[in-house]
């Protein structure tokens, strides 16, 4: 895979995921990998908080950076510098809207190459809602469950 500028990943190199988009491979798998176990096992099925809340494009991190600085807006990292614009192959962050998903994803994003704030290193530990992967190969759990999740979507046709 190839390394991108941040925030100027183009379109083919992203995957859809419900409520965004992640960069493809590892990252991209992963989280629909964990979904799919979460919500097969307890209902719950993570999603990023919005549009904004997975991959990020340059444009979109200077809007969330604008709303930071003039005091209407969360902490947001500087344009470029954002882990949800990241164009190194595997990094990606996806934010997550409630504490239920967050405390799933603290319990088991870690099996899946996942981690959050209070499961292992993140860049930003004063977010409990931002989950990151740092990962270009899947882990065991990650490669059975989207394996699984294949299976399953071939059944319904």
């Not at 549009?51 to 990020?56: A, G, K, L, N, T």
């Not at 969360?74 to 190194?88: K, T």
């Not at 962050?93 to 994803?105: E, F, I, K």
């Amino acid at each position: 895979m190839k390394t991108y500028p941040n925030g100027r990943v183009p379109a083919e190199e992203l995957t859809p995921i419900p409520g965004g988009r992640l960069r493809r491979g590892a990252p991209a798998k992963s989280w629909l990998a964990l979904r799919f176990y979460l919500g097969k096992r307890y209902g719950v099925w993570i999603v990023p908080t919005g549009p904004m809340s997975s991959y990020r494009s340059l444009e979109q991190q200077r809007i969330l950076w604008q709303r930071y600085t003039n005091g209407t807006g969360a902490l947001a990292a500087r344009p470029g510098e954002s882990n949800h614009g990241s164009g190194i192959p595997g990094r990606a962050a996806c934010d997550l809207p409630t504490a239920r998903m967050q405390a799933l994803m603290r319990r088991h994003g870690p099996e899946f190459g996942w981690t959050i704030a209070g499961a292992g290193w993140t860049d930003a530990p004063s977010e409990p809602w931002h989950a990151v992967t740092n990962r270009t190969r899947l882990t065991w759990k990650a490669r059975l469950y989207w394996n699984r999740r294949k299976l399953a979507g071939k059944k319904k046709r």
